[in-house]
Every structure is written in C-alpha cells, then in structure tokens.
C-alpha cells in the first residue's frame, strides 16, 4: 500500500522548509519551541491560577531559583514502558532492553491521580509517554477522561500500529484528549519499514481513519490528529506528499522532525550547545517539567538517563520532590557563578559541556559564524518543524 498515488509532485520536486520560523524553532527547541507546542494545547484550559504560575515559573527558571515556590507547568507521565516495535533508533531496538518490561508494567488511574492531584491546581498539560506505546495501557482513556475533567490538557505520541476496534476510537475521542501526534515516517510500506520495525503501515493509516470518523461521528474538534514524519535522507522527497494528503487521511496536521542521528542535526546541536554553555543559561527542564515513569520514578528529562532519579512522585508526592534535595543539587548545577562545576554528569554529557569549554569550542564558534548567513539553508536541511495548523490547535 502506498500514499504516493494520491499525489504525484513534479519530477525532481522536493519540498524545502524555508520559513524563518523553523530555523528559530530548532535553536529554541529546549525552550521557546517546547513552550509554544504545548501552549497551543492548553489555551481552553488556562486559568488565572495557572497563568500566574507559569509567570512565576518563567521568572524562576530565568533566574535560576533553586527551590522555585512554582509547580511545574508540564508533566510527562508514562502510560507503560512496554512497546510491540523495535524501531532502530530507540532503546526497545535492543532485546535486553525490551525484556525488561511485562505488559503489566501500566500507570493506573488511580497512581496518576496520585501523581497529578496536588498540583492539578496550577497544571496546564500532561503528555502520556516516556518509553513506551500508550495505548498499550487499556487505562489510556480512563486516565485522559480524569486529567480532561479536571481541566487539564492531555497528549501523546503514538506509533498508532495496534488493533483499534470503533469503540476504542469512540472512547479515546470522548475522553478529550487534545492531540495525538502520529509516527508514520513515510508514505510507502517500504520507506516506513526502514525505521519502524515491527509497524504495520496499513493497519496505521487504517486506525487514522477509524479516529477521524470518530470525531466526525461525535461531532468532535479533537484530538488534533497530527502526522508525525521524521525526516531521513530516504524519505525526505516524501515531505511534500504529507503536506497534500494528510487531511484526505483524516490528519488535521503535519509536523517535521529532524533524524537525531543524522549530521545536519548533530552540527547544529553542537553551536545550540556551545552557546548554552558559554552563556551559561540554564536547561528549561529542572524548572518547567517533571518526567515521571508508570512507577513514579522521577528523571530529570526525558532522555532517560537510567540511573538518576530524583525521588518518587507517587510514593512522596510531586511537591515534595519538586523543592526536595536531589532537585536543588540538580539545578545547583546550572548556578551562573558556578555553573558546570557541581553539574551531574549526565547533564554535562547532554549539553556537551567538555566541547564547548575545550579547544574545540572555537571551531564550534567558526562554524557557527560561517552558517548564519545561510539561513535559508539550514531550514532545507530540516532542521525544523512545522505544523499545517498550527493557529488551529487551540481551537
């Protein structure tokens, strides 16, 4: 089965990102980028309350406050660590990792209640993943119909290549979840195989479809059901059959993303890098959010750094490890005076501190200063995302 047909673009045409937007996006994409995403989302929930908080919070994280008196705007709460795909540039691509999970390892609804009632006050969003596939977790529209009712923004990725009956699709519709961003990395069986190993193409586009008449059926705006493509050398002639047929397939929108591993990404993370480093700003997720596994395990960040918790959200409660130690020490180490000096190491590794305070950081600069001008370039590269409708997501 293949996508192509339903538009066939110009011989040798290739769609290129060349708004100034994309390019801004990627060197905000820990901050300004992040913000945005998930405020679109959460507009129809805002609250005086919450505006105030995510105010103070802002300042907080700007002047680096150790134990903010803010709650964390956003939660990322694992649904289950279980996953059906082996996709090859995730950890579930390694047996020994995907063997550590049991299809039992699922969030119920009553630890997420647990998780996020101390704090549903200021909450304006919770996104349902961590490392696994969400609707594994039969609980999902349980969970996503109790964060709804308490006036809570609700999302999550999806590979979507699971069994869907109408009625699970009329139960996730009704449970208003706001948006679903769908992984399907190409437009063909054979160009979406190459990464998600183990999906099944049709059975994807099948459920799209299943949820698109769902809401039609339900008289529902959403979930905004948005295509998710990453962008490798292989598929990226396909960007601009996603940009035609996405509504057709019963999408509501489309967004790009950048192969991590990939060489364009991996030069423009480093001057991102460099310039956090030298000018000593601070990494938006010891303020702005919380990562939290289906066992309440607290991370730091969504890379999933295995061996660094900072306490336990359902056992002690979000508050508590919020302004506990572990997250004083962690932001300690973003400290302008001292930045770097008491930073884990995990944190270091992750914004390239040895790089950008070694002799390399210098070449980094050149670089940097030879690919301003070329702008427009950088946005060809896909350096990017974008969404078809973007101004509609609050809607």
Not at 375 to 385: G, L
Request: proline share 5%; hydrophobic share 35%; with cysteine.
């Amino acid at each position: 089965m293949s996508i192509a047909p339903l538009y066939q673009p110009p011989a040798k045409a290739k769609y290129q990102l060349r708004s100034k937007l994309g390019y801004f996006a990627f060197h905000q994409v820990s901050r300004f980028d992040y913000l945005m995403r998930h405020l679109r989302k959460t507009l129809p929930y805002l609250t005086a309350r919450k505006l105030a908080n995510l105010a103070l919070n802002l300042a907080e994280w700007k002047f680096k406050t150790l134990v903010p008196r803010s709650m964390p705007p956003y939660l990322k709460v694992e649904s289950t660590p279980v996953c059906q795909m082996s996709c090859t540039g995730c950890s579930h691509h390694d047996p020994d990792y995907k063997r550590q999970f049991h299809p039992a390892m699922n969030l119920t609804l009553e630890d997420f209640k647990r998780v996020i009632d101390p704090v549903k006050d200021t909450l304006l969003g919770v996104t349902l993943s961590l490392r696994g596939e969400p609707l594994l977790n039969r609980n999902l529209p349980e969970i996503v119909g109790y964060a709804h009712q308490e006036g809570i923004a609700t999302s999550f990725p999806t590979n979507l290549s699971v069994q869907m009956s109408e009625r699970t699709a009329y139960e996730i519709v009704s449970s208003g979840l706001d948006a679903m961003y769908v992984s399907l990395d190409g437009t063909t069986e054979e160009t979406y195989a190459r990464y998600r190993v183990g999906g099944d193409f049709q059975l994807v586009v099948k459920n799209v479809r299943l949820l698109a008449e769902a809401k039609k059926a339900l008289q529902s705006k959403r979930p905004k059901l948005i295509w998710k493509l990453v962008v490798f050398d292989y598929n990226e002639g396909e960007m601009e059959i996603v940009r035609r047929t996405h509504k057709s397939l019963g999408f509501d929108g489309y967004e790009f993303v950048p192969d991590w591993s990939g060489q364009a990404f991996a030069s423009k993370k480093r001057i991102f890098n460099t310039r956090l480093v030298q000018k000593k700003r601070a990494c938006f997720f010891p303020w702005n959010a919380m990562v939290i596994t289906s066992e309440g395990d607290v991370k730091p960040c969504c890379h999933e750094p295995r061996d660094f918790a900072l306490g336990n959200a359902i056992r002690d409660g979000v508050r508590e490890v919020w302004r506990g130690k572990a997250y004083h020490e962690l932001r300690a180490g973003f400290a302008t005076k001292t930045f770097g000096k008491n930073m884990h190491e995990e944190c270091k590794a992750c914004i390239g501190y040895a790089e950008a305070t070694g002799p390399s950081a210098q070449l980094v600069q050149i670089e940097e200063r030879s690919n301003e001008p070329k702008q427009v370039r950088a946005d060809e590269e896909i350096i990017a995302r974008h969404s078809s409708e973007n101004s509609k997501l609050s809607r």
